[in-house]
Structures are given as structure tokens and as C-alpha cells.
């Protein structure tokens, strides 16, 4: 079982940056892919990024790519997502995710979910 915690969300203007935090509990959570989502109100949730067990392997959705990066401390159990320029479109509720196995961005497919963080963007 692992337990995970989002933190580092809040109120910024466009073009600034910020950084999710993740934090989990277990010993397993080094060999687990872990992945961001997110959800904006009225809309369904999706795909932001992820990073394999060992952190060489990571994948973005195509709007995120360039300004977003992923990355983890495994010694720490933690999970970071670094995000920059932001745009009003990336306001939602971001949720950090981890699975037992390969990188997928089907959310389905991830057993574990945080309470997830709100990032507001504003013009």
C-alpha cells in the first residue's frame, strides 16, 4: 500500500513557475511508475507527465512538454513536477499517481492516487 501527498499548489499569474511536491509512504514507492494529472473544473482528468521506477524514462502530454519536467528522489520518496510559463489553461487540480509496472498514461491503469493540489493561473 502506498499513500501519496501533493503539495505545492497555489495562486500565479501567467508566465510564472511552480513546483509539486509528492510525497510518499512505503518502501515499494522506488519501484513504482509514477505520474501527474490533473483535472480542471468541468472537464474530465488527464494526462500531464510521468517517470519510470528508476527516474531514466519519462513522457509528457504534448502541451506540457517544453515547460513541465518530472522528476523523483527515491531516497526521499518523493516525486517532483517542475512547472514553468504557465498558462491560464493549467489551472486544475493536480494529482500525483503511482502504479506497479511499465509507463502508461491510462488513469485506470494507476492503483495509487493523492488528494491532489490546486493551481490557479491567472491572466
Known amino acids: 500500500q502506498v499513500q501519496l501527498v501533493e503539495s505545492g499548489g497555489g495562486l500565479v499569474q501567467a508566465g510564472a513557475s511552480l513546483r509539486l511536491s509528492c510525497g510518499a509512504s512505503?518502501?515499494?514507492?522506488?519501484?513504482?511508475?509514477t505520474a501527474w494529472f490533473r483535472q480542471a473544473p468541468g472537464k474530465e482528468r488527464e494526462f500531464v507527465a510521468q517517470i519510470s521506477a528508476g527516474g531514466s524514462s519519462t513522457y509528457y502530454e504534448v502541451s506540457v512538454k517544453g515547460r513541465f519536467t518530472i522528476s523523483r528522489d527515491n531516497a526521499k520518496n518523493m516525486v517532483f513536477l517542475q512547472m514553468n510559463s504557465l498558462k491560464v489553461e493549467d489551472t486544475a487540480v493536480y494529482y500525483c499517481?503511482?502504479?506497479?509496472?511499465?509507463?502508461?498514461?491510462?488513469?485506470?491503469?494507476?492503483?495509487?492516487w493523492g488528494q491532489g493540489t490546486q493551481v490557479t493561473v491567472s491572466s
Open positions: 512505503g518502501r515499494t514507492f522506488r519501484t513504482y511508475t
Open positions: 499517481a503511482c502504479r506497479s509496472g511499465w509507463l502508461t498514461g491510462r488513469i485506470a491503469d494507476y492503483s495509487f
